[in-house]
């Protein structure tokens, strides 16, 4: 069982900036994929950015170019930097971790979720 927990999250103005993190509990993190999910009010989750064991990323297309997802396997942390944020960034963002990659055992685990609001 891993715990996740996210740091980070609050009230942001339009073209700011802020970092999420996600801490883990396991010491096998190098064998996971990381990443980040979003969910705004009557919206379904969606992905927000990823990050594989070998540290290849995918984001949505929303956020290319504005976000930066970014792992450290000796904390067991992931991170998510958001900049020039907007008011259609506004969702609660959950961590997620799948691991070990291709292992029996493989299974996915969800942090509790962190509010960011873009507003003035």
């Known amino acids: 069982q891993v715990q996740l927990v996210e740091s980070g999250g609050g009230l942001v103005q339009p073209g700011g900036s802020m970092v999420l993190s996600c801490a883990a509990s396991t010491t096998r993190i190098s064998f996971y994929a990381m990443g980040w999910y979003r969910q705004a009010p009557g919206n379904q989750r969606e992905l927000v950015a990823r990050i594989t064991p070998q540290e290849s990323t995918d984001y949505a297309d929303s956020v290319r170019s504005r976000f930066t997802i970014s792992r450290d396997n000796v904390k067991g942390t992931v991170y998510l930097q958001m900049n020039n944020v907007k008011p259609e960034d506004t969702a609660v963002y959950f961590c997620?971790?799948?691991?070990?990659?291709?292992?029996?055992?493989?299974?996915?685990?969800w942090g509790p979720g962190t509010l960011v609001a873009v507003s003035c």
């Open positions: 997620s971790v799948v691991g070990p990659v291709g292992w029996p055992e493989e299974h996915t685990y």
